[in-house]
């Protein structure tokens, strides 16, 4: 706790999209608040998971210089760009187009896009975590914001290993979020908890929308717009800390619709706010 409590970062000159609270009626400790005046190297990595320049599946890599405070908000930019990765091609990372150059196959990227997280810096267990953002509009982008846990887990970890705050898809008509939680559990196979929330308007396009998790022992629920609109209950919810990631991705996923011509677009972060409840 007291190194929750040293992380803590308060910062009050810019007028944020919304002053919050918890949605729940209980007794709360604010212990980080992250108004992206800057990018902390003290809290967050300008990369993706484990220091990663590509995802596992995707068209993009992730480029630094992508990641712009602006007016005390973090956009993460996708634009078109150009990037030859041959060790993870010779992983077998992904279905890409290649090219042939001195006898070797090369995996080509074709787009670049913005990511942070604060992997071995900054972590937290239980609580409420909330963001604000604004999504991007060209279609076959895909934007998300998740956790890991901080330790490494094993293939018979039975343990949730990730969980997915939210996954928007912009060809989802910015009218439909994705919530979910994944674990290998006692097989080899990945296991999921998804649910898709439809809205009955438009609220990603030209304004913040506001996501949290509610997380505490054996149960996750998710909020939008300070509404429930899923929950699970189960002995698999992740019981150790885990770090933050926000990412901007490109295909994978999203590959039903396309518009990559009307590149750049950015996934837009208003702040971070976690708190613990007051026993």
Known sequence: MACLLFLLIFSFNHVKAYDTSPPLAKKWRLIYNEEFNEISQKIWNQSYINGRKTPIKGLNFFNPLNNQVKHGRLHLIT???SYINKRQYQQGFGILQTRKKENRLEKFYRYSSGAINSQ???HFKYGYIETAVKLPSVE???SAFWLM??????KSDSKIMEIDIFEQ???WSHKKFSFSAHYLGKSKYLKSFNKK??????????KFVKIGLYW???YLAWYLNGDKVCELKSKEVMDIPAYIIFSGHVGGWAKTSKDYKNLPDSYVIDYLRIWQEIE
């Open 169 to 171: 898809l912009s060809e």
């Open 149 to 154: 846990p901080e330790k490494s887990f094993k």
């Open 79 to 81: 634009k078109a760009d």
């Open 216 to 218: 505490k022992k054996d």
């Open 140 to 142: 076959g982008l895909n």
């Open 120 to 122: 071995n810096k900054f």
């Open 197 to 206: 929330y439809k809205t009955k308007e438009n609220l990603t396009r030209d």
